[in-house]
């Protein structure tokens, strides 16, 4: 492949990746006031990062970060990681925020994943 061909080809690829930034899905919660959280389209780093949080140990931080990684804004932008929203969520929530994002990025899921309403645009691309 010649170089004008090999870039025009990487710079198709990164516009092509550039429109998955749009949130994975969302998921509602009634228990506190039926907000709406967005939910992250994971990339490679964001799946080998929360393995990595997984295997290591604590507890409550361990959950805060997961939550991290799975909510975003409603342009599939990361929230902001200073203070301590994610250390201040109630337990079985961030666990079904957790499952929903893990199943809006096709890694699985328990029943409560199954509540999370995906994305158009994942959607489409998954079709």
Do not use: A, S
């Given at each position: 492949m010649n170089p004008t061909a090999a870039q025009s080809a990487l710079d198709s690829l990164k516009r092509a990746l550039s429109g998955l930034s749009k949130p994975a899905g969302s998921i509602v919660l009634?228990?506190?006031?039926?907000?709406?959280?967005?939910?992250?389209?994971?990339?490679?780093?964001d799946q080998v990062q929360a393995r990595q949080v997984s295997a290591g140990e604590g507890g409550a931080e361990k959950t805060a970060e997961l939550l991290r990684l799975c909510i975003c804004d409603a342009d599939g932008q990361p929230l902001p990681s200073d203070g301590d929203w994610a250390t201040q969520f109630p337990v079985p929530l961030a666990n079904r925020v957790i499952e929903a994002c893990l199943a809006a990025n096709g890694l699985g899921g328990g029943d409560d994943a199954k509540k999370a309403t995906p994305s158009p645009s994942a959607k489409n691309s998954a079709s």
């Open positions: 009634p228990e506190l006031g039926g907000i709406v959280l967005h939910l992250k389209t994971w990339r490679i780093v």
